[in-house]
């Protein structure tokens, strides 16, 4: 039996093989002494080529860099970690895991029976510490050699796999000592393919109507576009689906859903999971629309109005009317159109006919407003342009939780590039961790030479609130840029209510919760490279920015603060990132 001078180590080996036997590629751990078995095993494959692992100090930080390898690489990811606070530090990982539907492998270390409910030193109740939020969980009696146990592991792992296709999964680990010894690794383990959550039974057919819309939230994807096509119906899609491309996407939602063809739907077909207005779920609650929810395997389907018809799928009958079409999507995309010309011209660019003028006093015109276009200081509108238009197929772009995301949604273009943010919870946590998840998994599945950047765009509260991750080694050929629009703390809750019937100091300290941050001296703790970025003209400059992992700060001119109580997205705290 391989490691048979340690029960501990022998199980712990088996189980790890028997998870890269059924798919699992990428492992996470965080050091511990109770947790040396599975670390061991870990460090061995990957030495052999089989299993790449991933050491974060932080296990928190751990969680979220497993959330990201998930969701970019769609594979289930291991995670490791020793007994006691070390489990409870995985928590927020794991429920934006179970919110979103990510497949995460929870491996913690404990105690034997023997050593629990006596006070022993670094244990608690780990059995259910996640309560009712996995797909799967096991607490593992403490091996002690029997022939068969290695069999054993290897079963719980392909069905703690199977498990996670649809969420987090558990396995509380006891081992006794001696926690590790020689490991062997099996001569013919061969890496397999992961599990797929099975697809439902429950199809809905649907015909095209003049009177149906398709709302993307995090998570849709391309197939939302695509039903949009099929529907011939206006595509709602947050800068979070992955599904805002297209000539149905409507970019200015929100004003066209309070307006009279907001009024006209009569049918909503939603996929994925929308958090970013309130437009979405107030359409979603009226008595005379039709509501049609497209489930995600193993997550709560989205349902504001509580009637939603939940289904597995859906399948279109027939070709839409091409004049209908025209008029009801057409009548969108035009209205949408229309509002984001009036609400902003876009970037204060110069008129390019005058460069060519006769006269000097012309072109000298020119040249004055092209140099204050590029002194312009920078606003959360150009930041978010300036990394859209920065941001291609091949790279990954993603979103904390903060007012950035929120403006991003209200005025960019349709574009088919990879965007993700943790909105399964909507929380600031781990932003960055996640963004070095995604960046790591992007790299071992790039062709050679077409590794792309992943940018990391988030809030001043939100980079402070995962600063740990910028701790943590990256390859070199891991590009990984971190975007801060730094406005001073929690600006968001200026536009709640409590900013004008609080005492301006108490909100000042407890809500808007500034920091003094000196983020060029963190980025060099971390060994990042550092940028502060004040125009436009840095700004363009540090999109495209050479080095591997670089801290970009942009100080945000606070000319383009948004409407009071009245805006529609101004009531959600849990922003306060940015």
């Not at 909503?268 to 629309?289: C, F």
């Amino acid at each position: 039996m391989p490691g048979s001078g340690s029960p501990a180590q022998a199980a712990a080996t088996a189980l790890i093989e028997g998870l890269v036997r059924c798919g699992v590629a990428d492992l996470v751990l965080s050091p511990g002494s109770r947790s040396q078995p599975l670390a061991l095993a870990a460090a061995a494959l990957d030495r052999a080529g089989s299993l790449r692992v991933h050491v974060r100090v932080d296990e928190r930080v751990a969680g979220f860099t497993a959330l990201g390898l998930a969701v970019e690489s769609g594979r289930p990811v291991a995670v490791v970690c020793t007994s006691g606070t070390a489990v409870a530090n995985l928590h927020p990982a794991v429920l934006e895991a179970h919110h979103s539907g990510v497949g995460l492998i929870v491996l913690t270390a404990d105690r034997p029976v023997e050593l629990r409910g006596i006070g022993s030193n670094q244990t608690t109740v780990q059995p259910g510490i996640f309560g009712d939020v996995l797909r799967a969980d096991w607490d593992v009696a403490a091996p002690v050699g029997d022939p068969g146990e290695a069999e054993e592991a290897a079963g719980l792992a392909e069905v703690a796999v199977r498990a996670a296709a649809e969420g987090p999964v558990h396995l509380n680990l006891a081992y006794r000592e001696p926690l590790s010894g020689p490991i062997e690794l099996s001569a013919d383990l061969v890496p397999g393919e992961p599990a797929v959550a099975e697809p439902g039974s429950g199809i809905l057919d649907l015909e095209p109507d003049d009177a149906t819309v398709v709302i993307a939230g995090t998570g849709a994807g391309p197939l939302a576009e695509e039903l949009a096509v099929q529907l011939g119906a206006p595509l709602i899609a947050e800068v979070t689906s992955e599904a805002r491309f297209g000539r149905h996407m409507v970019a200015a939602y929100r004003e066209v859903l309070r307006g009279p063809h907001g009024e006209a739907v009569g049918r909503a077909i939603v996929l994925g999971h929308p958090t970013l207005s309130r437009e979405v779920p107030a359409l979603l609650q009226r008595a005379d629309v039709e509501t049609i929810v497209i489930r995600t395997p193993g997550v709560e389907a989205y349902d504001p109005g509580r009637r939603a018809r939940i289904v597995d799928g859906v399948r279109v009958h027939g070709t839409p009317d091409s004049g209908a079409v025209r008029r009801w999507v057409g009548g969108w995309v035009a209205m949408s159109r229309a509002v984001l010309e009036s609400q902003d011209p876009g970037d204060p660019a110069p008129d390019l006919s005058l460069a060519v003028g006769t006269e000097r006093g012309v072109r000298a015109a020119f040249a004055k407003a092209e140099l204050a276009v590029l002194r312009a200081p920078i606003d959360r509108r150009m930041l978010v342009r300036a990394l859209w238009a920065s941001t291609w197929p091949h790279d990954r772009l993603v979103f904390g939780a903060s007012r950035l995301v929120r403006e991003a949604d209200r005025i960019l273009p349709g574009k088919r590039i990879p965007v993700h943010s943790n909105r399964g919870l909507a929380g600031i946590d781990g932003t960055v961790s996640t963004g070095a998840g995604i960046a790591l998994a992007a790299r071992a599945s790039a062709e050679p030479g077409r590794v792309g950047t992943t940018r990391v765009l988030l809030g001043d509260l939100a980079l402070v609130h995962d600063a740990g991750a910028l701790l943590a080694p990256l390859p070199d050929d891991v590009r990984l840029h971190v975007v801060v629009g730094n406005d001073g703390g929690g600006t968001i809750f200026d536009s709640l209510e409590v900013a004008a019937t609080a005492d301006p100091d108490d909100f000042a300290r407890v809500m808007r919760t500034p920091v003094a941050v000196d983020f060029a001296a963190l980025a060099a703790a971390g060994g990042w490279a550092y940028r502060r970025v004040t125009t436009r003209a840095e700004l363009d400059d540090a999109m495209t920015a050479p080095e591997a992992h670089v801290l970009i700060e942009v100080p945000l001119h606070d000319a383009d603060a948004e409407p009071p109580a009245a805006d529609p997205e101004a009531a959600e705290p849990e922003a306060a990132g940015a």
